[in-house]
């Protein structure tokens, strides 16, 4: 029955396209809203008779490497071409030896150590995603990303009692729950609720938050006074009478004037909470992965797109690996490349979808990458992987989930986005690293400019074929971003930015199944 359902699915997709298919899935309840569609792969078998067809994809990023990937499994012919002289695109991993000149003319050779490295695009992976389902496939091995740490730190600047001062995650979520539940605890106890709550729901209520917030009973006024150990210990139980001893929590009015509980709604995001994953190794282990099951012969590295034309016999591409330029012809295109960045390449494609690639926004975010010679945060700080967050302009500081207990590791110092990535995007490498060790150094003291081995910048807007960390559409709904779901002619597009998770692999990788499920039902319905 199994096989019967998903011959009968497949043919839907061929005839209708992915969009009929995932419709039809639903109508059937073989979907729900909070799981990735189904994707039914296409198959050789659909192609007998048909030739092989020549797709030429531009752009060896996530999105170009699963379509190629794809329409190989199904017995098309592929041709890639990237402009960079490596596969990934975004998905870049820095490592010792790794040069690049950016827009600004600023150029750096990384000279980080053997095993040392820093993930300078997507650093990790939501266990929901299909980017999880590709490693598995291709082989890539994955390791736990270490996204929330109950021992990194909340810092904020500001004239606040609390601010300016290192808080542990778990001091402050304590506080700022233990707080919370003892306000609503009183209030219901008081009747504030009783027009929304019965009798039964408002002790079912004073019970949760009794646990939720670690708060006492009733006759104590429900009062939160953090003596259970949640928020740390000024000196931790050991042996013998030795119990630990916890501070006071800090005043109600302090925390949140401070602003500290601010933060954890992060940990709640549908592509931000644990686990996650990275590979090991370096995310970069996925584009490779895909090099090498399509074949490096397929890719023309160095090649730089200069002309899109589509044709009655199928598309022209001409391109340049720095000498005469080339004219490569094929039955359908595949464009990956950035949307504002594919609206400059000279093509014979519809003013209205010009317009539409015009639409996408740029967005910048950077990276800084330090290498120390000595893993301060676990010998001194005991935190072992996970994210700092401030209000500074550094944002989030990243300390490594990889290689405990050896003797060196990668911080990623800053990890910003909007302008504050601007702002150190406007500074050359060696002032980025000054600004982000003195405001590193206001969070984790002296020992944040020490020891430095190697270090290496990205600021994503100044990176040549990309200029953007991603994109953002003003609207997904008005029509415009709608325009590039369709083939123009012969070519078609795919990338994140034709998604709904932008700036995830994930987004690349349904966007080129959708766009190869598109390609084939064309083909196959001939």
């Given at each position: 029955?199994?096989?019967?359902?998903?011959?009968?699915?497949?043919?839907?997709?061929?005839?209708?396209?992915?969009?009929?298919?995932?419709?039809?899935?639903?109508?059937?309840?073989?979907?729900?809203?909070?799981?990735?569609?189904?994707?039914?792969?296409?198959?050789?078998?659909?192609?007998?008779?048909?030739?092989?067809?020549?797709v030429v994809i531009l752009g060896a990023g996530i999105a170009g490497l699963t379509s190629a990937y794809e329409l190989l499994k199904a017995g098309y012919k592929v041709t890639l071409l990237e402009a960079r002289k490596r596969p990934g695109g975004r998905n870049w991993t820095v490592r010792g030896g790794t040069e690049e000149t950016d827009l600004a003319g600023n150029t750096q050779r990384a000279t980080f150590s053997k095993g040392q490295y820093m993930n300078a695009g997507p650093a990790r992976i939501p266990?929901?995603?299909?980017?999880?389902?590709?490693?598995?496939?291709?082989?890539?091995?994955?390791?736990?990303?270490?996204?929330?740490?109950?021992?990194?730190?909340?810092?904020?600047?500001?004239?606040?009692?609390?601010?300016?001062?290192?808080?542990?995650?778990?001091?402050?979520?304590?506080?700022?729950?233990?707080?919370?539940?003892?306000?609503?605890?009183?209030?219901?106890?008081?009747?504030?609720?009783?027009?929304?709550?019965?009798?039964?729901?408002?002790?079912?209520?004073?019970?949760?938050?009794?646990?939720?917030?670690?708060?006492?009973?009733?006759?104590?006024?429900?009062?939160?006074?953090?003596?259970?150990?949640?928020?740390?210990?000024?000196?931790?139980?050991?042996?013998?009478?030795?119990?630990?001893?916890?501070?006071?929590?800090?005043?109600?009015?302090?925390?949140?004037?401070?602003?500290?509980?601010?933060?954890?709604?992060?940990?709640?995001?549908?592509?931000?909470?644990?686990?996650?994953?990275?590979?090991?190794?370096?995310?970069?282990?996925?584009?490779?992965?895909?090099?090498?099951?399509?074949?490096?012969?397929?890719?023309?590295?160095?090649?730089?797109?200069?002309?899109?034309?589509?044709?009655?016999?199928?598309?022209?591409?001409?391109?340049?690996?720095?000498?005469?330029?080339?004219?490569?012809?094929?039955?359908?295109?595949?464009?990956?490349?950035?949307?504002?960045?594919?609206?400059?390449?000279?093509?014979?494609?519809?003013?209205?979808?010009?317009?539409?690639?015009?639409?996408?926004?740029?967005?910048?975010?950077?990276?800084?990458?330090?290498?120390?010679?000595?893993?301060?945060?676990?010998?001194?700080?005991?935190?072992?992987?996970?994210?700092?967050?401030?209000?500074?302009?550094?944002?989030?500081?990243?300390?490594?989930?990889?290689?405990?207990?050896?003797?060196?590791?990668?911080?990623?110092?800053?990890?910003?986005?909007?302008?504050?990535?601007?702002?150190?995007?406007?500074?050359?490498?060696?002032?980025?690293?000054?600004?982000?060790?003195?405001?590193?150094?206001?969070?984790?003291?002296?020992?944040?400019?020490?020891?430095?081995?190697?270090?290496?910048?990205?600021?994503?807007?100044?990176?040549?074929?990309?200029?953007?960390?991603?994109?953002?559409?003003?609207?997904?709904?008005?029509?415009?971003?709608?325009?590039?779901?369709?083939?123009?002619?012969?070519?078609?597009?795919?990338?994140?930015?034709?998604?709904?998770?932008?700036?995830?692999?994930?987004?690349?990788?349904?966007?080129?199944?959708?766009?190869?499920?598109?390609?084939?039902?064309?083909?196959?319905?001939?």
């Amino acid at each position: 029955m199994a096989q019967t359902r998903r011959q009968f699915l497949r043919q839907v997709g061929i005839t209708g396209g992915a969009g009929v298919m995932y419709s039809t899935m639903s109508a059937l309840g073989l979907t729900s809203a909070a799981e990735t569609p189904a994707y039914a792969a296409p198959s050789r078998v659909e192609l007998a008779g048909r030739g092989t067809k020549h797709v030429v994809i531009l752009g060896a990023g996530i999105a170009g490497l699963t379509s190629a990937y794809e329409l190989l499994k199904a017995g098309y012919k592929v041709t890639l071409l990237e402009a960079r002289k490596r596969p990934g695109g975004r998905n870049w991993t820095v490592r010792g030896g790794t040069e690049e000149t950016d827009l600004a003319g600023n150029t750096q050779r990384a000279t980080f150590s053997k095993g040392q490295y820093m993930n300078a695009g997507p650093a990790r992976i939501p266990q929901h995603h299909v980017t999880l389902d590709y490693c598995r496939e291709l082989g890539v091995a994955i390791e736990p990303f270490v996204n929330q740490n109950a021992d990194a730190y909340l810092y904020r600047e500001g004239s606040t009692a609390l601010s300016n001062k290192p808080i542990r995650h778990r001091t402050a979520k304590a506080d700022t729950y233990g707080y919370v539940s003892e306000l609503l605890a009183k209030a219901t106890d008081q009747g504030a609720l009783d027009s929304y709550l019965t009798a039964t729901d408002k002790q079912a209520l004073i019970g949760f938050l009794t646990s939720f917030g670690s708060i006492g009973d009733k006759s104590s006024g429900f009062k939160y006074t953090g003596t259970d150990g949640r928020r740390g210990y000024d000196v931790e139980p050991g042996a013998g009478l030795e119990g630990g001893t916890t501070a006071a929590p800090y005043a109600l009015s302090d925390v949140f004037a401070s602003g500290v509980g601010n933060y954890f709604s992060f940990e709640f995001g549908w592509d931000q909470a644990m686990m996650m994953f990275q590979p090991v190794g370096g995310m970069d282990r996925i584009p490779y992965a895909f090099e090498q099951a399509i074949g490096r012969e397929k890719i023309q590295y160095g090649a730089e797109v200069l002309g899109l034309r589509n044709t009655s016999a199928g598309v022209e591409i001409t391109y340049t690996t720095g000498a005469r330029p080339r004219v490569l012809t094929a039955d359908f295109a595949i464009c990956s490349l950035p949307p504002h960045i594919a609206a400059k390449i000279p093509s014979n494609l519809p003013a209205d979808i010009i317009t539409a690639l015009q639409y996408a926004r740029p967005t910048n975010a950077g990276k800084l990458g330090i290498e120390y010679g000595r893993r301060w945060w676990e010998e001194d700080l005991r935190i072992y992987g996970g994210i700092t967050n401030s209000n500074l302009d550094t944002v989030n500081t990243w300390y490594p989930s990889y290689g405990f207990h050896g003797k060196r590791g990668t911080v990623i110092s800053y990890y910003n986005t909007g302008a504050n990535a601007n702002t150190y995007g406007a500074l050359t490498p060696a002032a980025r690293l000054d600004r982000a060790v003195a405001q590193g150094t206001k969070i984790h003291g002296d020992v944040y400019g020490k020891d430095i081995e190697a270090t290496f910048s990205v600021n994503w807007l100044g990176t040549k074929y990309s200029e953007a960390s991603w994109i953002s559409w003003p609207s997904q709904t008005d029509g415009v971003y709608a325009k590039l779901l369709d083939a123009t002619g012969n070519i078609y597009f795919a990338g994140d930015h034709l998604s709904h998770a932008i700036a995830w692999q994930h987004g690349a990788m349904t966007s080129a199944r959708a766009t190869v499920t598109a390609l084939h039902s064309r083909v196959a319905s001939k």
